[in-house]
């Protein structure tokens, strides 16, 4: 069944057709990659249907309502989340208190009475650590926490919110190939377990093929493609895009 189905999205800046009439489809539970070269229009389209762009034309309908030019923070109380958007306070916070704050705010409770090291939802919170492996770090300052191991909070805080719809635009930038294969994992496992719908941006193919239900490709803001990793691994377009006619999509290839 269709969670979200994109119609015609189109958003210009200045001369350039940043989207151009994209359309495509999110099911319930789906485990979709948004792929294509730099430029393609990837952060674009993320920033449409999370509401962050207006677009110029076209339709975000989310379970059939149309939400394109809703504000960010409509769009999130609908059930669209996003991760790797950090709060200005997340480094002075414990790990914990961070995500106990997020279901504080979940639960359209008010935190100006909130004080650090409150009980409030911290069972909860220590649970959703636990999923993400964090479980030892809940008491620790989050400034001192790794780069991956931000990560993974990140997740357990959009977790907190009860999405429906995840968004993730290039989640695992600035890790090395083992760390992006171990996020990734993690997030799937995560969504399976409770029928997220993810929408994902990466740039490890292997990555991609190895996790994606379906991909759907962009080059200069056009959908050249939609479907299966065996097929998008084989069709013609999408390897011109890519890399020139001829070549193949090689296992290892990041
Ligand atoms: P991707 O995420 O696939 O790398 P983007 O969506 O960021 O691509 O960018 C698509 C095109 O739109 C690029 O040509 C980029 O330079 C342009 N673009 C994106 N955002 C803006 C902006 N805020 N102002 C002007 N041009 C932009
Ligand atoms: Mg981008």
Redesign the pocket.
Known sequence: MTLLAVRALTKA??G?R??NEVSFDIARGEFLALI?P????????FNMINGQLVPDSGKILLDGEDIAGLAPREVWRRGVGRTFQVAATFASMTVVENVQMALISHAGETYRVWRPAASRHRARALDLLAQVGMREAADRPSRELAYGDVKRIELAIALANEPKLLLM?EPTAGMGPGERNELIALVKRLVVERGISVLF?EHSMDVVFAYADRIVV?AR?RLIADGSADAIREDAQVREVYFGTGKTFARGTS
Do not use: E, I, P, R
Not at 38 to 45: I, Y
């Open positions: 800046f200045g350039v940043a989207a294509g730099n430029g393609a229009g990837k952060s674009t389209c635009d941006t962009l803001g």
